[in-house]
């Protein structure tokens, strides 16, 4: 049995592990997708203190190591259930079941979809939810993207340097995101913004060849011809595991305060996963770390 599984490889559940380690623990890392999290789809992270510039696939790779170097024991295998309101834990995946007095639920959070026609039908045949990963199959052509934060203004600067032409679509007149990156966005020709507009339709048989969009302010539609819809519209929590077990409030987020302690003994949710106001990676690895230190407090009192 370990002291501990922690749910998920981002910069919140590895912080936990290095911070477990150093208690003296025994954790287990189960991650189902990709280590760094969403980190490893950042193309530059230029706000994490102490660093200048990192790519954040750099960053989680410099995370994996110092773990891995302390002895943690990481799986990639994606966990299917798990019952957490009994004294010990279990997290089965496909590949086993794993038991600990301590469960840190450190899984982040996943894209939102557009919800618009052609979406689903063409998610990987020209709509896809990462620039960093998909960007370079779209060399020298002309894509969008859509969302209005951070994410969809690095993403619409990174696409600018590979695509002939980047369509912004943004639903409102003014950027979620930080001026620095729009007062950047704004300078590159090759950047079409399109403020007040929402995506209506991907259109194409086989692959992406168009998106519809509507200005919601006129009515208007504008038929955009692209071979690429890169989808940024912020995240939403991927709770639904812990459905019935952990607390979450209305968006479906769970319910932890600045201590990560859940409604469950012994289980704590860290990271962007939790109820919190910023959800950035220098506060998913602080959660990291409260997470560890709460757990090792818990783990400490079964023993007194
Ligand atoms: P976000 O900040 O929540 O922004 C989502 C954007 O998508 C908003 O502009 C929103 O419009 C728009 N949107 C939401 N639902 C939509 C829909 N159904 N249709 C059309 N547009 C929709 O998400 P994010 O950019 O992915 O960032 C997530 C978090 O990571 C944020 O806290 C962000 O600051 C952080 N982040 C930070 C950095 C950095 O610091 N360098 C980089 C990336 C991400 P409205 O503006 O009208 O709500």
Known sequence: ?????????????LTAALYAKRYGLNPLVLERNIYGGQIANTPEVENYPGIKHISGVELAMALYDQVTALGVEIKLEAPVSCRLDTPVKEVRTQQGAYEAPAVIIANGARRRKLGCPGEDRLTGLGVSYCATCDGSFFREQEVAIVGGGNTALEDA????????????????????????????????????????????????????????????????????????????????????????????????????????????EGVFAAGDTRTKALRQIVTAAADGAVAAFEAANYINSLNE
């Open 1 to 13: 049995m370990y002291d501990m599984i922690i749910l998920g490889a981002g910069p919140c559940g």
């Open 157 to 264: 600067l990174f696409l600018a340097n590979i695509c002939r032409k980047v369509h912004l679509i943004h639903r409102r007149d003014q950027f979620r995101g930080n001026k620095i990156l729009s007062d950047a966005l704004l300078r590159r020709e090759n950047i079409q913004v399109h403020y007040d507009s929402v995506p209506e339709e991907i259109g194409g048989e086989e692959r992406v060849d168009r998106l519809t969009i509507r200005n919601v302010k006129t009515g208007d539609t504008t038929d955009l011809p692209v071979t690429g819809v890169f989808v940024a519209i912020g995240l939403e929590p991927d709770n639904e595991m812990f459905a019935g077990q952990v607390e979450t409030d209305r968006a479906g987020y769970l319910l932890a305060g600045e201590d990560c302690k859940t409604n469950l």
